[in-house]
Structure formats: C-alpha cells, structure tokens
C-alpha cells in the first residue's frame, strides 16, 4: 500500500478505533472506490502493513509455520516445519525491511535504531522478534520471527511425527513421572523446545512447575505452568533482570519443577544449586553436538559464575541424571529432527563429570542399547 494512505488511515483510526469495520471505513474514506471484495482484501492487507508484519504476515499465519526470516528486501525464507525454503514475499526496499523491523521492535517494547542495533522482542501475539541494522549488519536489516506455537505437542504426537520412537515412549514418561533431572541437548532448530514442552504435559497436574526463559516459548499444555521471562536493561543501563535473578526468584515461587529454557550462562550456578535442594525433577536445554561434550559445555558455562570443574563434577552428578539428544538432518530432502542420543550422567573413577551413552536411535530403524542401558533399565524400571 503506499505510504501517504497509510498514514491518512493511520490518522483516522488515531481517532475513531482499530476493529476491522472502522478499518474499511478509513479505507472509504481515503476517497478509493472499492468493491466489497477488494474491500476486504484491502482491509487485511491494511490492518497487517499497520498493525501487523506486513507482507510477512501472511506467511506467519500459516498453519505450520515455525520461522520467516529476511536477509534483504528480496531475500526472505521460511520454515512450515520441514526446513527453510525461500518465500514468495518481497519489500519494495530495503528501507521498508528496516521500517518494519524498528515498528516491530517498538510493538514489543523494545528500542531499534542506529545507537540500539540490535534487539530481542516479544510481540503482542507471542511471536519472537530478533532483528539487527547497521552499522551491526552492513547489508542492512536483518529480521528474524518465531512462531509461538498455541499449545505444545503431546508426546504421543511427537511419536506420530518420528521425533521420538515409540519404543522410548514409556521410557520417557517414567523418568518424568519418577521425578528425574534432565537435559535436553541439540544444536539451533533441532526441536529441543518442543520437546521440552511435551515431557512437561507428562508431569502431573497438581504440580507447580515455574519455566524461566530468555524469552518465552514454551508453552506446555500444563495447568499449572508460572512463565518468567529475563528483560534487558534500558538504556541507562538500569531495570535488567538475568537468567540467574530468575532461578533464585524461582526458588522461593514453592516450586514443585524448575524448567529453565536454555543454559547458556552463568544461571547453570543456580539451577544445579536447586537440583541439589530438593527440586528433583526439573529439566532444562542446553547446546551440545552428542551426549558426551555436555560435561565440557556444563563446565564451560559454569566457569562464568566462578565454578571449578570439580564443583560442577559434583553438582551435576548429584543433581542431573539423564541427558536427550535430538539431532535434525535431512533423508531425501525432507529435515528431519529425532531424539538420537539417551545419555546417563555420573561421576568417573578420577572424579570427573561422564555422560554415558545409553542408547542410540537414527530416526528410522529400530533403537540401539548402548553401554549404559543396563544402568538406565536398573534405575528406572518398568
């Protein structure tokens, strides 16, 4: 739409209201001669250029849709599910992708522009919003959206969909339902998430479980879920509230399971403090390539907050019992994303922190014991 009928639309809805009949009637009176269906047409196009993501919109109402992305004006990509695939959406300029990028940013509360280059939002309907502009990104903005699925999926639908087998099915609702610490381990988009979310509906329903995230995407079909979400500083560098701040306020929230998002800092302190506190049965994600460098990557992240290897050692063995790896790859062009790895944790003969491999799965054939299966069969029995 062009510009100078936007903002007269703009200015009249500044007065009389945004539903979608003031919206037609604004789109009248800018003095178009329009048929009842073009009206309509014209009115979703509307309400999406002023309230909405503009052209991308349409394709974040796709059923399906998880990620849009844009990397220049006739540069955008989308994921339905089964991987990125350019879109048939372009910008007229690449001052349009940075136009919408800042109205998006400041739809979330947040701040884009020369001094503020980068910036992390939530807009109204849930989506999450990362965008950059330069002088961060010479190419000029960068936009990234993520769907905020309305309720997560059940494990039996993730069985369905071939993320996890259905041999492993009862597995996993034991380890919830008998109270066991766990990691879920991946690399970005391999659905880590989603399945957080789905062992979370297993969880019982007079249970308080408080999820503490960078910025909120789970939404676990669970009763009695208390959401925490970290906010940045303003610019006067005051009013920031980390990871780390949000676990220790979880702690006095009587939580019955700590969920935290992602550990990615110094918060990994705190949540292994509280798996060592009677918190039994909280679950977290963390980025790792297999089961067996997530003891380096809980070391690594546990230096930031001042933790020497043999505390972590001991924090996670302690605390922590079982890791999920799901690995994304792509069989005959189609992305696939499955549980690969079960890992069981513990400490070795030299006092070091091991994850053994429990078993193995390639998202088509029958799973694999591994040399821990025992273990795990023994600790957690049918």
């Known amino acids: 739409m062009r510009p100078d009928l936007l903002d007269g639309v703009r200015e009249r809805l500044a007065r009389t ?37 503009g052209p991308l919109q349409t394709l974040l109402d796709e059923p399906g849709t998880t990620d849009v992305l844009v990397n220049g004006p006739d540069d955008v990509w989308v994921d339905r599910g089964a991987g990125l695939e350019r879109a048939d959406v372009t910008f007229a300029s690449a001052a349009d992708v940075r136009a919408l990028a800042v109205r998006l940013a400041a739809a979330g509360g947040g701040r884009l522009d020369d001094a503020c280059p980068v910036v992390d939002a939530r807009l109204p309907d849930g989506t999450r919003l990362h965008a950059v502009v330069a002088p961060v990104c010479e190419a000029g903005a960068v936009v990234s959206l993520r769907v905020l699925r309305p309720r997560g999926f059940a494990l039996g639908d993730l069985v369905a969909r071939g993320t996890v087998p259905a041999a492993w099915a009862p597995l996993l609702r034991r380890l919830v339902d008998r109270r066991a610490s766990m990691l879920v381990s991946g690399g970005t988009g391999t659905g880590k998430t989603t399945l957080l979310a789905a062992l979370l509906a297993l969880v019982p329903a007079d249970e308080r479980v408080v999820c503490v995230e960078e910025a909120r995407e789970l939404v676990p079909d669970h009763p009695h879920v208390v959401p925490l979400t970290a906010r940045r500083p303003n610019v006067e560098g005051a009013g920031g509230v980390d990871l780390a701040d949000l676990v220790r306020a979880a702690l006095r929230m009587r939580p019955d399971r700590i969920v935290l998002g992602e550990c990615r800092g110094a918060e990994v302190r705190e949540v292994l403090m509280a798996l060592n506190t009677g918190h039994e049965g909280g679950l977290a994600t963390i980025h790792a390539n297999d089961v067996a460098v997530v003891p380096a990557r809980l070391e690594a992240l546990a230096a930031l ?35 690969a790895q079960i890992g069981v944790v513990r400490r070795d003969e030299h006092g070091g922190l091991v994850v053994d491999l429990a078993a193995s799965w390639d998202g088509s054939t029958e799973p694999v014991a591994g040399p821990a299966w025992e273990d795990l069969a023994r600790r957690w029995p049918a």
């Open 17 to 53: 209201g945004t539903d979608d009949a003031r919206l037609a009637e604004a789109l009248q009176a800018s003095g178009r001669v329009l048929g009842s269906t073009a009206l309509r047409e014209l009115t979703r196009t509307a309400r999406a250029e002023l309230f909405g993501a």
């Open 305 to 339: 907050a001042g933790m020497d290897r043999g505390a972590v050692a001991a924090q996670a063995a302690s605390g922590l019992d079982v890791v999920l790896h799901l690995r994304r790859d792509r069989v005959d062009g189609v992305v696939r994303r499955h549980i």
